[in-house]
């Protein structure tokens, strides 16, 4: 079993909670790796069997080139039936994680609950709930996968 947590964060507070998710994954002894969007090669994420994605939030939505990511990247290796997750820190308005659940669900990805948004600088507390999220991600992978 594969995951992996993609994210795209400017001053590292997303990427601070993709850090956090990735071991939560880890302490369920899935193989799992957090990379930048722009370091997450195709191949890797049709590998993953569960695929945690964050982004921050910026005038309201994700930037352009995280929008690129969900329509081209993510939607064409046809996740349909992996394991989703997502995230991101955010300022006042938070849209960029709904987003991206409600794409991954359209995508027909099994996303878990909650779309973790975190506001600002994650705190130890914060980095708790996403590691709690990613051994949640794990759990749900491993109950997919037990036989009848
Ligand atoms: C130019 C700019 C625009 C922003 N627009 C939004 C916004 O529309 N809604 C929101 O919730 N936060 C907004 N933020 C706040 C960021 O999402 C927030 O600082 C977040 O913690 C950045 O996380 P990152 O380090 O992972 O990129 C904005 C920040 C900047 C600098």
Not at 54 to 78: D, R
Not at 129 to 143: F, H, I, N
Request: charged fraction near 25%.
């Amino acid at each position: 079993m594969k995951a992996i947590v993609v994210y795209l964060s400017t001053s590292g507070n997303t990427k601070a909670m993709a850090e956090a998710i990735a071991k939560g994954i880890e302490a369920m002894h899935v193989d799992v790796k957090a990379v930048s969007f722009y370091d997450a090669k195709p191949e890797e994420l049709k590998e993953a069997d569960a695929i945690a994605v964050g982004s921050s939030t910026f005038y309201y939505k994700m930037l352009p080139p995280m929008e690129k990511f969900m329509s081209e990247t993510l939607a064409g290796i046809k996740p349909a039936g992996k394991v989703g997750a997502a995230f991101g820190s955010y300022g006042w308005s938070g849209e960029a994680p709904i987003v991206i659940a409600e794409q991954m669900r359209e995508m027909g990805m099994h996303v878990i609950d909650p779309v973790l948004r975190i506001l600002h600088k994650p705190t130890d507390k914060d980095l708790q709930e996403c590691k709690r999220l990613g051994v949640d991600m794990a759990e749900t992978l491993k109950q997919q996968v037990k036989p009848a």
